[in-house]
């Protein structure tokens, strides 16, 4: 079935660095993925929507200055959290869908930021 | 505002029985809905959906069934066994009438514990 590698599963930065998070579709042609972030206890909730070679569409109250997506390939998009605050700290997850219509949600592993 | 509530934290079920898990959304043009089980720090792997069209989508020993009227659907598991002790999400989409905004909106999600 459709895999999605998304690295690194954990990273510790300090504050005010910017940490690159990759998300890869690695059997199928993903032309969009979805950038989602997880408090504790709470929900998964959409961050943004990416689709190949086009702007990311962020969701009310993303900052998009501070995540930065580039969806640059039909195998990959990246995360990147710039000038990184401890309140970023999270988890972040990914998620491939290989066409539109195809109604399958590939999620990646997720990654764990800590932000000291 | 929450769009997708599972107003259930957590279920305790016993091995063999039935499990049932709730959701309810209030968003009309949702029209597509998972149902997603989660380990800690993983991303969430996929159970089985189901679109508006329908009312009730089997596979295996899961059914999730669609109330639409009253925005309101339930994933069963039966007969429950140890492996599906998990955190269970919720999700919801606007995959025909949100215009291309489909990226997922989930609920809180559910922790099901499966009791020997």
């Known amino acids: 079935g459709a895999v999605v590698s998304q690295h690194p599963s954990r990273v510790i930065c300090k504050s005010g660095t910017s940490v690159k998070i990759e998300c890869r579709s690695l059997?199928?042609?993903?032309?969009?993925m979805f950038w989602y972030r997880q408090f504790p206890k709470q929900s998964l909730m959409l961050m943004a929507t990416?689709?190949?070679?086009?702007?990311?569409?962020?969701e009310q109250g993303v900052e998009k200055d501070k995540f930065l997506i580039n969806h640059a390939s039909l195998t990959l998009s990246t995360l990147t959290v710039t000038s990184a605050h401890p309140e970023d700290s999270s988890f972040y997850i990914c998620?491939?869908?290989?066409?539109?219509?195809?109604?399958?949600?590939?999620f990646g592993s997720g990654t764990r930021l800590t932000v000291v | 505002d929450q769009q997708v509530k599972q107003n259930s934290p957590s279920l305790s079920v016993q091995e063999g029985r039935i499990s049932i898990l709730n959701c309810d959304y209030t968003?009309?043009?949702?029209?597509?809905f998972l149902w997603y089980k989660k380990y800690p720090a993983e991303g969430p792997t996929f159970l089985i959906s189901?679109?508006?069209?329908?009312d009730k989508n089997e596979d295996g020993r899961f059914t999730v069934f669609l109330n639409k009227s009253a925005k309101h659907l339930s994933l069963h598991i039966v007969p429950s066994q140890p492996g599906d002790s998990a955190v269970y999400f919720c999700?919801?989409?606007?995959?025909?009438?949100?215009?291309?905004?489909?990226?997922?909106?989930f609920g809180k999600g559910t922790h099901l514990i499966i009791q020997p």
């Open positions: 999700a919801a989409s606007a995959m025909y009438s949100g215009g291309g905004a489909d990226g997922l909106t």
């Open positions: 189901i679109s508006s069209i329908k």
């Open positions: 968003n009309s043009m949702f029209d597509y």
């Open positions: 998620s491939a869908r290989e066409r539109q219509g195809n109604y399958g949600y590939t």
């Open positions: 990416s689709n190949e070679g086009s702007k990311a569409t962020y």
């Open positions: 059997d199928f042609q993903a032309t969009t």
